[in-house]
């Protein structure tokens, strides 16, 4: 009974915490929801210095809470600065009226959080092609009490290019975001090896195009050998061996045979410069 006592104490004092962190002011309740977000991270199984790195500066004077490193896929942007005073006064209120505007206050704050953090463009500050960003809410049930406020609040955030986060599915989350990284950079690779395939086979087709005419030439210089050796035979050569039969001491003139067998062009002539049939 003692031992379960004290758990219960324990678990009474660290709620007492994560309230006191969840209403505490705006620095020490970003500082909270930067520590929430480190060890739901590493429960995760990712490594701090590695895997993911904190307050990384970037171009300009935006500092993600977090950014986790997808290698060569492209980096996740992680906000903890949770607006949560509309939620405190919620929590708060007297009444249900006075709970209902504090909902639509949640909201909007959640809204306007995440139009700031669409604005910063990471995307075109960090030397990746994909960086999506994600607003994570450290509190639970944050993000239910924004729809509460208003009902279209996340996919508002979505329509944003933001991913909303909670204690509960950032690891997912982040999961998700990893798969379509690593979807889209195989993509990118294979739109870049189709790339360099269309330029393989259009350098070939020119080759084989230069090819087609040099084997074209050589057969109309072939044909024309065969000509002038004709003319030669015809007109020049039968009189040039009488006078060497008169002359034994000159020796004998030798026969020129014609070239017969033409040089295959065919196949050259099957591919032209893109690589279609010609």
């Not at 505007?101 to 959080?113: E, N, P, Q, T």
């Not at 204690?167 to 950079?185: C, F, I, K, M, S």
Request: hydrophobic share 45%.
């Amino acid at each position: 009974i003692e031992g379960r006592t004290g758990a219960l104490a324990e678990a009474q004092e660290a709620t007492r915490r994560a309230v006191e962190g969840l209403y505490a002011s705006s620095g020490k309740r970003g500082r909270w929801g930067e520590l929430t977000l480190r060890r739901l991270l590493e429960s995760a199984g990712l490594v701090l210095g590695t895997d993911f790195d904190e307050q990384v500066h970037v171009a300009g004077d935006a500092i993600p809470d977090v950014v986790v490193h997808l290698g060569r896929a492209g980096e996740v942007v992680v906000d903890a600065k949770a607006p949560m005073d509309g939620l405190r006064r919620a929590d708060e209120a007297a009444d249900d009226a006075a709970r209902s505007a504090a909902l639509k206050d949640h909201a909007l704050a959640v809204k306007r959080h995440a139009a700031d953090l669409a604005r910063r463009d990471y995307p075109s500050k960090m030397q990746a092609e994909f960086v999506p960003v994600v607003m994570f809410l450290p509190a639970e049930g944050a993000w239910e009490a924004a729809e509460r406020g208003r009902p279209d609040i996340v996919a508002e955030v979505l329509g944003m290019g933001v991913y909303p986060a909670s204690p509960a599915n950032l690891g997912l989350v982040v999961e998700l975001l990893r798969h379509q990284a690593l979807t889209l950079d195989q993509d990118r690779t294979a739109a870049a090896i189709l790339e360099e395939a269309r330029k393989l086979v259009g350098n070939v087709g020119t080759h084989v195009e230069h090819l087609a005419k040099l084997g074209r030439g050589l057969v109309a210089a072939v044909g024309a050998y065969n000509k002038t050796l004709g003319n030669l035979e015809r007109r020049t050569l039968p009189a040039a061996r009488r006078i060497a039969e008169m002359t034994p001491g000159n020796g004998q003139v030798a026969a020129l045979e014609t070239i017969e067998d033409a040089p295959a062009v065919e196949r050259c002539e099957a591919m032209g410069p893109e690589g279609e049939a010609a």
